[in-house]
């Protein structure tokens, strides 16, 4: 499973058309519109919360970048300082995206941050401020 949360900036002529629709119909992923607005310009932003499996999400994103889409992911992403981390489990009982999970017997937490949506649930939940919100921005591919 790949989620993250996505920056897409659409042209002037492309506002209009249901390309996010599309990726739920034509390629099985899920979404959630964190953030939607239309420029004085007319370009369209639309901040995307992209869920599904590895595969479909990378032709997801494919398919909007051949339509013309701009597909960055989100300003901030979210690293563990592995000095600070107690593996006290904490963070996986909140992360939505299984990113963070216990690896048995050894209950080890292990941190996946590919699967991470920057939701920062975990970051304030941890109780030793292991989870950090770091800048990021980066094109996608
Ligand atoms: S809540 Fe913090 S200390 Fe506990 S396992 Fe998660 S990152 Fe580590
Ligand atoms: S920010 Fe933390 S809780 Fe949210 S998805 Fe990433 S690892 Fe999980």
Known sequence: MRSKIL???FPEDLTHKAL?????K??????????AEIFPRKEGLLVLDLSGP?????????????????????AQEIT???KLCI????????CPTQALYIRRPEMYVCFDQEKCSVCEL??????VK???????NENFF
């Open 80 to 82: 563990r300082d592995e």
């Open 122 to 127: 975990c970051v304030v939940t941890c109780p």
């Open 20 to 24: 996010v629709c599309n990726l739920a």
């Open 130 to 136: 292991a989870m950090i919100v770091s800048p990021k």
């Open 87 to 94: 593996h006290c489990g904490a963070c996986t009982g909140v």
């Open 7 to 9: 920056i897409l900036r």
């Open 26 to 35: 034509e390629y099985g992923l899920t979404f959630a519109i964190l953030h």
């Open 54 to 74: 590895a595969s479909s999400f990378d032709e997801g994103v494919k398919y909007l970048k051949e339509m013309g889409v701009s597909v960055k992911t989100a």
